[in-house]
RNA sequence: GCCCCCGUAGCUCAGUCGGAUAGAGCAUCGGUUUCCUAAACCGAGGGUCGCAAGUUCGAGUCUUGCCGGGGGCGCCA
């Protein structure tokens, strides 16, 4: 309805131009709800824009703009000049209920769309490597990276969740050595450094401590979990692996357990990868071989301090990286620029890169590197989330990965559950920070929790559905739904409310920004809420047969709507809480 | 020093393509319940949209500078 309107107003404007000879294209105008009521359903600064082009008053333009429109074929009650030169359009009365019509002969696909035309896009998000436990940082990464697949493909994307990871390199070998050195602490061969040299870089690192050598390394993952892979070790093996070494069974072990660590968390917030994509796959297809011959060939590498350059100064960035250094292993720009050509390979239109804000300033590296290699950058992009902060007690909780002294989303799951921590991991932009209340949090009382009260909204529609089963009253098909007996104000503001579902969903979904759903999920909740409770107004089920219904069939599309934007976001629509 | 993000009510944050009187939740204060679930609703107070210029019919929104907070500027990933 929305558009048919709008298409009318830019087809008039544009006929006011031509017919004043100006044969540029229209630019600039919009047609939109108005903030205010007052202001009718949709309002359009067309004639403010024209002012200029047609050298005219605005609100001389905006007249002959509505003298022109007239009744748009049955769609326009009436329309108004306002303010400065706003076109304000009411619409004729019976275009709500047709909205409403529409929002229950679509159930539960109201809103989805096939704007996506099957479009094959990648969302790459957590792609953590297993050296530990998911933290409430990745949470945030996890669920929206998650909700924007889920925004996609609701709007008709062909979509696929991935998860890339590197099982290789110093950080794993680390591992492999933390393991094996609490492995032989358990054993009684070796000596546990002592806690204040492990928290402060500056104190001295003993090499023996009563007699037994000091293995574990200095930058040693510290985590409680170490010490238990490594119990499961010594509880299977015994003194068995004494001689093997960090970077053998010991780095192996804590991958395959870490690793499955991950996905159970995983799993545990409702997110599944399609794809689990190891960056040694690259090294074993020979990719990465083959990426440095084509960037040699592109002349944008070059060798100097016996290291490998990519020249990305001449692509008008800062500086100049290596991407091999001069002990001959590559930096993680190469895989990384190998890995985007192999998405391309893939046949994605789009490559969505949902990262930290740590990583801002490495994306255009990695574009500038697909771009010598003949691709185009525009096709990839980054989504960056800044950081979650945790505080206590009116302090900031300093986290750190290796002295694990970070929270774990297993942790914080026990105590407010999957609903309410992917409402506040998704709640704000990606672009603030987010500061996270463990205290508020760990609070069990959740009664002013606007998480439940989203849910609550939805369970309403069911509590309203048993109470009128309670009266024998059936709740109605969309056929036998009156719609033009829903004539109060509260009524339609509500219908227009829901029908803008589309919209939000679309704008959300291209804009990669799914805070939008919760918003607008708020809004329906604020004046669904008002609605049900004025019971002197307009009791939902009444003597009337057909306004019972109609009030019913609203009471569904509500329904719909809550329940379609709860799935977007990955929570639970609950019939009862 | 350079680059990126943020700065809006007491707190935490929304604010669509630049649009009319800047919103929500929480908190505070006052009220509402013989009722379709009170896990609710109604009302009130609370704003120099960090500061200053600029762009224009119009700026919380765009540009520049400054201030404050966060992140990044490795042959780490």
């Known amino acids: 309805m929305r558009e048919r309107l709008e298409s009318l107003i830019l087809q008039t404007a544009a006929d006011l131009l031509a017919e004043a000879g100006d044969s540029e294209p229209l630019a600039g105008v919009t047609v939109e709800a108005p903030r205010q009521q007052e202001h009718g359903d949709f309002a359009t600064n067309a004639a403010m824009v024209l002012t200029k082009r047609l050298r005219k008053s605005p609100r001389e333009i905006a007249a002959t703009l509505i003298e022109r429109l007239g009744t748009g074929d049955g769609l326009i009650d009436r329309a108004e000049i306002a303010g400065p030169g706003f076109v304000n359009v009411w619409l004729a009365g019976g275009q709500w209920h047709d909205v409403l019509d529409r929002i229950l002969r679509a159930g539960a696909d109201f809103g989805r769309s096939d704007e996506g035309k099957d479009r094959k896009v990648q969302v790459e998000f957590v792609s953590a490597n297993p050296t530990g436990p998911l933290s409430v940082g990745h949470g945030r990464q996890a669920i929206l990276g998650d909700c924007v697949a889920r925004l996609l493909e609701a709007t008709g994307w062909s979509v696929v969740r991935e998860y890339y990871f590197n099982n290789g390199g110093r950080q794993m070998r680390v591992l492999g050595d933390s393991v094996r050195a609490r492995y032989l602490e358990q054993l009684g061969k070796a000596a546990a450094p002592p806690l ?116 990305a100064s001449e692509l008008g960035l800062g500086r100049d990286r290596v991407i091999v250094k001069s002990s001959g292993e590559p930096t993680y720009l190469l895989p990384d620029i190998a890995y985007h050509r192999e998405k391309f390979g893939r046949g994605f239109e789009t490559i969505i890169d949902v990262q930290g804000a740590d990583h801002k300033d490495q994306g255009p590296y990695v574009k500038a590197g697909v771009q010598a290699l003949g691709h185009d950058p525009d096709q990839i992009e980054f989504l960056f989330h800044e950081f979650v902060t945790l505080s206590s007690d009116g302090h900031t909780v300093k986290q750190s990965t290796r002295k694990a002294t970070f929270i774990t989303i297993d942790e914080l799951l026990a105590d407010i559950g999957v609903d309410v921590f992917r409402y506040f991991m998704i709640e704000r932009r990606a672009q603030s920070h987010l500061d996270f209340d463990l205290d508020l949090a760990k609070e069990k009382d959740w009664t ?46 509500l219908v227009k409310k829901l029908g803008e579902f589309p919209e939000v969903v679309s704008r959300a979904a291209s804009s990669r920004e799914p805070h939008h759903i ?16 004025d019971k002197d107004r307009h009791e939902i089920l009444t003597e009337d047969e057909g306004l019972t219904r109609a009030r019913l069939g609203l009471t569904l599309a509500v329904r719909s709507v809550m329940a379609a934007g709860l799935r977007l976001l990955g929570m639970t629509a609950p019939e009862r809480m």
């Not at 780095?251 to 545990?268: G, H, P, V």
């Not at 309403?460 to 104000?489: C, K, N, S, W, Y």
């Not at 919760?518 to 049900?532: C, D, H, I, K, Q």
């Open 196 to 311: 204040d040299a492990l928290q402060d870089a500056e104190a001295d690192w003993p090499e023996t401590l009563d007699g037994l050598p000091v293995v574990f390394p200095r930058d040693g993952y510290q985590g409680d979990y170490i010490g238990e892979i490594a119990a499961a070790i010594r509880d299977r093996e015994g003194e068995g692996w004494l001689e093997e070494p960090g970077e053998g069974g010991f780095r192996q072990e804590a991958e395959t357990r870490i690793f499955a660590d991950i996905r159970r968390t995983l799993d545990s917030i409702g997110i599944a990868f399609d794809v689990y994509f190891n960056e040694n796959g690259l090294y074993d297809a020979g990719e990465i071989d083959r990426v440095l011959d084509d960037l040699r060939a592109s002349g944008l590498v070059y060798d100097e301090d016996g290291a490998t350059w990519l020249r």
């Open 518 to 533: 919760v918003y607008y999920l708020r809004e329906v909740t604020g004046l669904f809420n008002p609605y049900y409770q």
């Open 448 to 493: 002013r929790n606007p998480a439940y009260s989203l849910q609550y909204t939805h369970a309403r529609t069911f509590g309203i559905e048993r109470q009128a089963e309670e009266r024998g009253v059936a709740m109605p098909t969309p056929e036998e739904v009156d719609t033009t007996r829903l004539a109060l104000p509260e009524e339609l503001e």
